[in-house]
Structure formats: structure tokens, C-alpha cells
């Protein structure tokens, strides 16, 4: 059987040592008093509940799954509707919400916090709370007066819950060709006619009400991406004082049988004529749906920053608990037949490279969410405007980059349990079927990587991206001098280089032809997302280095030396790769094939 254990100690050396959270939420008036006392006492209570409560649940409900009825309702695993509602009575759903709609008030990381541990814990399940706040956070931003009062305290509560309703059977990212058709009423609402697909947390048991946000088209709308409108769509319609009325219009077709994160019902929707209510502006519903799903983008590399902690767990207990063969050097556990396997140089090649993704994908989504709350809400509008680009230009690499290592690592944690990975008992073929998806949706880890290139770097002519470089280049700076940081510092400086150059270089090529921007796009993204954990990484060792008496550190600094050794030089490939243009690629024609 699996196991879990909330990863306390790394989480507080990435917030009080590597990032100084709370000393940095303190600089934003509406955080002015929280402390790391509180943050620490959250996440303790917070991991309680992920270990005890849904990660018991995780193997179960992979292997029971949802249930559609005839009626096209649909029944969760056993045990989580349960979960759900002490989820909400311990008011988690609420962490990070509005206080003028009930929330708590608190700041986005601590969520961010929060949601890596129910992750490892329990993806499937987490998934349904986790479109919610979505759902709430789109809301909030682009909501009438009347939507918000109607919606939030729902949402925030967990009484409701909420889903993004993009796909359709013929559309996956090309939303500028879908078809839901959004016919306006004499009452200023709107019928929603059409097919949805892959909708996750479609329908199910856990909450009396579920919101969907649907985009879809008005009669007169204009071609492509410019014509689409974003619709509140309930299951359930809510009267003036707030409680249930009639069901609407909208019904699960079908569950969609999957891979993996069999816990969650991913639904086919069918609307017709189902009552909504548009959100933000006619037309402009992609403005306001890339809130929640950039959100969500974030989200599923947390997702997989869960998945990749619980797999290094159980592939690390493993490997020490497992007796074969001898050491190359000479017995080790001279008492028994054969050394555990973490004695073999490879094994450990597999584990340490787990670790090393995963403590330095912590570090990036940690990171990412306190810019978030600077953001929002810190006093100089020049700091917020920095963390805006800065989260802007990141969003991609944390949802591509992360989730592209993540499904190594779980491989990786699999084939350390060797023909017992196969096993579904030992529960790390489910952690590899739940992160293949973390790299599909939410715009495949392809769309991520043009979304970067192409919008958050040549679009600007790299200025977001020079933002970054400019953090790089004051750690360098300041620690150019240290002869112990020399092994960090070098190579760091070295990939920067290669960053600017191979940037100008792409962008030049673009200019006579686009295909080229298509070509390097992916390698070019885990060469931004090297260049981000190596400066983590190096600034991590700079932390360990002032304390080499303590084990933790000295993990903490071999793990960084193991990085920079062996998953660094993974960006040589990678540059010839995008060096290597779209010739290769286009030469051979379609018919050839």
C-alpha cells in the first residue's frame, strides 16, 4: 500500500528560508499581521486533513470511479462525498476568499500550500473543490454586483461548486470554432444550446448546486475567438432568496472513461436552451475565462508538484526496503543476502533526479504564488506591475515544465519498484496514469510552449522575459565572489547567455518564417525552465552552504550538485534541438508520411 506524509519540513525552508513569505506578505497592508506561526499552524492542519482524510481514499476511488445514472446523475467514489462535506465544515474551501463574500481572507499561497498536499494526497478528489475556486476567482473579476452577492458566498462555502466549460467535440484549443449558441431572452438571460466535452467535476453528488461557465456565441457574433461570450450556467436555478429553484437545462450525457484520475467525473455536458447569464462584456468572454484558466494552468502544475512528492515518497521507502544484488563496491548489508537497491548507482540516478524536479518545481510554485499576492495587492503600483509580467511569462513554464518532469518522475518512481510498479497495490501505476493528463490539459504542454515564445516573449521583444533575467543576473552579482558557489555560479551565467542569445536568434528566424517559431517552441520552453531551476537551485545551495552541519542541508546541497551535473546539461541537446529550425520537420510531405 502507498504512503504519505505531508512534506513539512521542505515546505518551511522554501517559505521562511528560500523565500522569506511572510516577511514579504507584511509589505501588503491587507497581510500586514499575518505571521509564520499561523502559516505553519494552516499547513500542519492542512496536511492532517490530505493524509487522513482523502489520501486513504485515493486507491479506492481510482478503482471504483464515477457512476452515471439513467437520469444523468452521477454518484462519486465511496467516501467522498463525505470528505467533501468536512472539507467544507472545516471552512478550507474558503482560505484564500473575499471576507465580503465569507472568505478568510488569506493570501494565495498559503493555498497554493494547501492544494500541493491534497494532490499528493488525492488528485481526482481535489480537482472538484479546485474548479470551484476557479470558478469564484472569474467571478470575482469580471461579475455584475448581482452575480457576485448570488455566486460567491455559495462558492466559497463549497455549498455550490463550480467547472470551465470550453471544449467541444469537434474544438479543443481552437476555441474560435465552437459552436455553443447563446440565443438571448426577453428576461436578459440567454438559452444555451450545445455539447461540451471533458468536463471535469461535470456533475456529481458532493454539493447541492454546480455552477458552469460555459463561452459559447451570440446570433450575431462575429467569426473566431472575437465572438465568443462567457455564460453562467447553473445546474440548479437559484431563486431571488437565494435557495434552489428548477432544474435548467443542462444534463451529463455521458462520464468519459480515462486513463487516469478515474475519481473525477469528466463528463460530456449537453445544454438545450439552458438558462444563462453572460458574464463581463458580449463577445470579450475569453478576457474573462483566462482568469480561471490561467488558474488553472497553475493549478495543474500543482497538480503535478503532488503527484511527483507522493511518488518520490513511496519509490524512495521502497528503495530502501528492497534487498538486491550486491554493491559494485562491496557488500553493504553485510547481515543480509543482498543490499537494499538505493545502494546501485542508477537507482539513485532515478530518485535523485525525482527529488530534484520536485523540491525545485515547490520552490517555482511557491514562488509564483506569492508574486501572485504581490500582485494583487502590493501598495507600489511598479511592483505590482513587475509581478504581473513575471507571472504572465511563468504561467506556461510552470504548467509545461512541471508537468513534463512530473511524468518522468513518476516513470522514474515506477521503474524503481521494478515488476511491482506494475502492481496496482503498490499505487504507483496510478500516480503514472494521473500525471499523463496534467500535460494535455489546460492547453497541451505544445500550446504552453508557443504561448510562451510567441506571446510572452517575441510579442514584447523579450521584455518579461529581460524582468527575469534581471533577478539572474543580481544573484550572480552577488555571489560571483564566493569561491564555494563557483560550481552554481558558472554554469548559471552560462545558460543566461545561451537564453538571450538563442532568443534573438529564434525571434530573427520568425521574422521570414513563422513555422519557426512552431519548431523551437518546446525545446524552448525547458530552456527557460532550466534556466528558473538553476537559479533556484543555486540559490537553495547558497542556503545549505552556511549550514553544513545539518542533514537536511547537506541533502539539500548534494541534491543541487546532482542537478547541475546531470539534469542541466540537458539544455546542450535542447539548444541544438531549437537551433535546428523547422527544416527537418516540414521537408517531407503530408502524403509521405
Known amino acids: 500500500m502507498p504512503q504519505y ?7 518551511h525552508f522554501v517559505l521562511h528560508e528560500l523565500l522569506d513569505a511572510t516577511t514579504a506578505l507584511k509589505q501588503l497592508p491587507r497581510y500586514a499581521d499575518f505571521d509564520a506561526e499561523t502559516l505553519n499552524q494552516i499547513l500542519e492542519e ?37 470528505a467533501y462535506r468536512q472539507f467544507c465544515e472545516a471552512g478550507w474551501p474558503a482560505l484564500a476568499c473575499e471576507p465580503d463574500y465569507g472568505g478568510q481572507g488569506l493570501p494565495e499561497l498559503v493555498r497554493s500550500v494547501q492544494y500541493e498536499m491534497l494532490n499528493s494526497a488525492n488528485q481526482s478528489w481535489t480537482m472538484y473543490p479546485g474548479l470551484t475556486h476557479g470558478a469564484y476567482a472569474a467571478l470575482v473579476a469580471h461579475g455584475t454586483p448581482e452575480q457576485k452577492q448570488t455566486y460567491l458566498p455559495k462558492l466559497i462555502s463549497g455549498e455550490w461548486t463550480g467547472t470551465m466549460c470550453l471544449t467541444e467535440p469537434h474544438c479543443g484549443t481552437d476555441l474560435g470554432i465552437l459552436r455553443t449558441k447563446a440565443e438571448p431572452l426577453a428576461d436578459g438571460s440567454y438559452a444555451i ?14 454539493a447541492e448546486n454546480i455552477v458552469h461557465l460555459v463561452l459559447a456565441r451570440l446570433p450575431d457574433a462575429p467569426a473566431g475567438t472575437k465572438g465568443i461570450s462567457l455564460f453562467i ?16 437545462g443542462v444534463v451529463c450525457g455521458a462520464i468519459e472513461h480515462k486513463m487516469g484520475i478515474h475519481g473525477n467525473a469528466t463528463c460530456v ?6 438558462r444563462g447569464w453572460m458574464v463581463g462584456e458580449p463577445n470579450k468572454g475569453l478576457n474573462a475565462m483566462f482568469v480561471m484558466m490561467n488558474g488553472a494552468r497553475l493549478g495543474v502544475g500543482m497538480q503535478s508538484l503532488g503527484l511527483a512528492e507522493v511518488a518520490y515518497q513511496n519509490s524512495l521507502a521502497y528503495a530502501k526496503e528492497r534487498h538486491q544484488m550486491r554493491s559494485l563496491s562491496g557488500p553493504k548489508a553485510k547481515d543480509k543476502p543482498a543490499d537494499p537497491i538505493i545502494v546501485h ?22 514562488w509564483v504564488a506569492l508574486m501572485i499576492d504581490q500582485e494583487h495587492h502590493h501598495p507600489d503600483e511598479n511592483v505590482r506591475k513587475d509581478c504581473a509580467d513575471l507571472v504572465a511569462l511563468l504561467t506556461p513554464v510552470v504548467k509545461a515544465f512541471i508537468t513534463d518532469n512530473t511524468f518522468e518522475s513518476t516513470n522514474l518512481g515506477l521503474q524503481v519498484f521494478g515488476g511491482h510498479g506494475f502492481i496496482k497495490e503498490w499505487g504507483m501505476e496510478q500516480y503514472v496514469r494521473d500525471a499523463r493528463i496534467n500535460m494535455i490539459y489546460e492547453g497541451t504542454n505544445t500550446i504552453q510552449s508557443l504561448d510562451l515564445i510567441g506571446r510572452k516573449v517575441l510579442s514584447d521583444g523579450g521584455a518579461r522575459l529581460m ?18 558557489m563557483k560550481e552554481f555560479i558558472e554554469p548559471l551565467m552560462d545558460l543566461g547567455n545561451k537564453v538571450t542569445q538563442l532568443t534573438g536568434e529564434i525571434g530573427a528566424k520568425a521574422m521570414k518564417n513563422p513555422e519557426e517559431i512552431g519548431a523551437a517552441a518546446v525545446p524552448y520552453l525547458r530552456v527557460v525552465g532550466h534556466l528558473v531551476y538553476a537559479w533556484l537551485w543555486a540559490r537553495m545551495a547558497r542556503i545549505a552552504l552556511d549550514k553544513p552541519s545539518d542533514g537536511f542541508y547537506q541533502a539539500k546541497l548534494a541534491t543541487a550538485r546532482f542537478y547541475f551535473a546531470k539534469l542541466l546539461p540537458e539544455t546542450a541537446m535542447l539548444i541544438r534541438q531549437a537551433r535546428a529550425g523547422s527544416a527537418p520537420l516540414m521537408a517531407l510531405d503530408a502524403a509521405l508520411f
Open 269 to 274: 455536458m449537453n445544454f438545450d436552451r439552458a
Open 46 to 82: 492542512a496536511g492532517k486533513f490530505a493524509k487522513e482524510v482523502i489520501f486513504p481514499l485515493n486507491q479506492s476511488g481510482d478503482a471504483e470511479g464515477c457512476t452515471r445514472h439513467a437520469d444523468g446523475s452521477v454518484s462519486t467514489p465511496k467516501g467522498f462525498k463525505e
Open 233 to 248: 450556467v447553473p445546474k440548479f436555478l437559484p431563486r431571488a432568496d437565494g435557495t434552489l429553484g428548477e432544474r435548467n
Open 5 to 11: 506524509t505531508p512534506p513539512l519540513r521542505d515546505m
Open 467 to 484: 524582468k527575469f533575467g534581471k533577478l539572474v543576473q543580481a544573484f550572480i552579482a552577488e555571489n560571483n565572489g564566493r569561491e564555494d
Open 193 to 206: 444550446t450545445g455539447t461540451k466535452i471533458f468536463i471535469s467535476s461535470g456533475e456529481h453528488d458532493l
Open 345 to 366: 548507482p542508477d537507482v539513485r540516478r532515478m530518485l535523485l533526479t525525482q527529488k530534484a524536479y520536485t523540491e525545485a518545481a515547490r520552490a517555482f510554485c511557491y
